[in-house]
């Protein structure tokens, strides 16, 4: 009797696992809002692939702009003396741009886009774009273009 109950149970537990389906497989990740944008940037010809040019040329880009925003960054951090994370009235006046500017360079207040009268970097990045314009490292990292 106890074969005939074990050998019972073990055809139901046999069968109830052949007629249920395998777990589903986990869902792909979603890509980031910035890896959509980095993909549309490289995508030259906008057909949705990656040749392996399109991915050459997107990589040097990428690898350019990080450049650049790191020698902005560098730049940032050591104008920043107080090193609070902003660059205040005082050390603003230190610039090398505005100090070239003389009398034409434009106030803190045009650039303090948030008015808690300091620049961030994605501000002072703003800085840089206005004030040296042909400067590449400004293009570079503003297309990165956050704080």
């Not at 074969?3 to 589903?24: E, I, M, W, Y």
């Not at 040329?57 to 902003?86: E, K, P």
């Given at each position: 009797?106890?074969?005939?109950?074990?050998?019972?149970?073990?055809?139901?537990?046999?069968?109830?696992?052949?007629?249920?389906q395998?777990?589903?497989?986990?869902?792909?990740?979603?890509?980031?809002p910035?890896?959509?944008?980095?993909?549309?940037?490289?995508d030259?010809?906008?057909?949705g692939?990656?040749?392996?040019d399109?991915?050459?040329?997107?990589?040097?880009?990428?690898?350019?702009?990080?450049?650049?925003?790191?020698?902005?960054r560098?730049?940032?951090?050591?104008?920043?003396?107080?090193?609070?994370g902003?660059?205040?009235?005082?050390?603003?006046?230190?610039?090398?741009?505005?100090?070239?500017?003389?009398?034409?360079?434009?106030?803190?207040?045009?650039?303090?886009?948030?008015?808690?009268?300091?620049?961030?970097?994605?501000e002072?990045?703003?800085?840089?774009?206005?004030?040296?314009?042909r400067?590449?490292?400004?293009?570079?990292?503003?297309?990165g273009?956050?704080?």
């Amino acid at each position: 009797m106890k074969a005939l109950t074990f050998l019972a149970a073990s055809l139901a537990l046999v069968a109830g696992s052949v007629g249920a389906q395998a777990p589903a497989a986990p869902a792909a990740p979603s890509p980031t809002p910035q890896a959509d944008a980095a993909f549309a940037r490289m995508d030259a010809n906008r057909d949705g692939t990656l040749s392996r040019d399109e991915f050459r040329a997107g990589w040097v880009a990428m690898t350019r702009t990080l450049a650049a925003r790191q020698r902005l960054r560098q730049q940032f951090d050591t104008v920043d003396a107080n090193r609070d994370g902003g660059i205040d009235a005082t050390e603003y006046r230190n610039l090398l741009l505005i100090r070239e500017a003389g009398a034409a360079a434009p106030a803190l207040a045009e650039f303090d886009a948030d008015r808690d009268g300091k620049l961030s970097f994605g501000e002072y990045i703003e800085v840089v774009r206005k004030l040296a314009p042909r400067n590449d490292a400004a293009a570079d990292a503003a297309a990165g273009n956050d704080d």
